[in-house]
């Protein structure tokens, strides 16, 4: 099982950046797809979830309106489309799969099996 994450970089604060997580080794539409972040000093925070047919998403506060979770199955990968970026977004960002996971921890950190190795989003201001 592998999930790789890239599409992390430096960006000014109102620009974009889209993240990628291909996944291998799994029937990837049996998972549900999460994004979640961690800054430095800080815990793990959910970002976004997707449902296994994608017809469902799941934003946290911070980043409702300015950020997309999108998935293709015949890709094997989900993707974080992050517009309006500030620099509180500022963290590694990590994607997380699970076949078994249920709706009410979907932003549950520890509910997720499988975790990708992280890409860096730096924002500056």
């Known amino acids: 099982v592998q999930l790789q994450a890239s599409g992390g970089g430096l960006v000014q604060a109102g620009g974009s950046l889209r993240l990628s997580c291909a996944a291998s080794g799994r029937t990837f539409s049996r998972d549900v797809m999460g994004w979640f972040r961690q800054a430095p000093g800080k815990e793990r925070e959910f970002v976004a979830a997707i449902s296994r047919s994608g017809s469902s998403t799941y934003y946290s506060d911070s980043v409702k309106g300015r950020f997309t979770i999108s998935r293709d199955n015949a890709k094997n990968t989900v993707y974080l489309q992050m517009n309006s970026l500030k620099p509180e977004d500022t963290a590694v960002y990590y994607c997380?799969?699970?076949?078994?996971?249920?709706?009410?921890?979907?932003?549950?950190?520890?509910?997720?099996?499988?975790w990708g190795q992280g890409t860096l989003v730096t924002v500056s201001s």
């Open positions: 997380a799969a699970d076949d078994s996971i249920i709706l009410s921890r979907y932003r549950d950190y520890d509910a997720y099996k499988y």
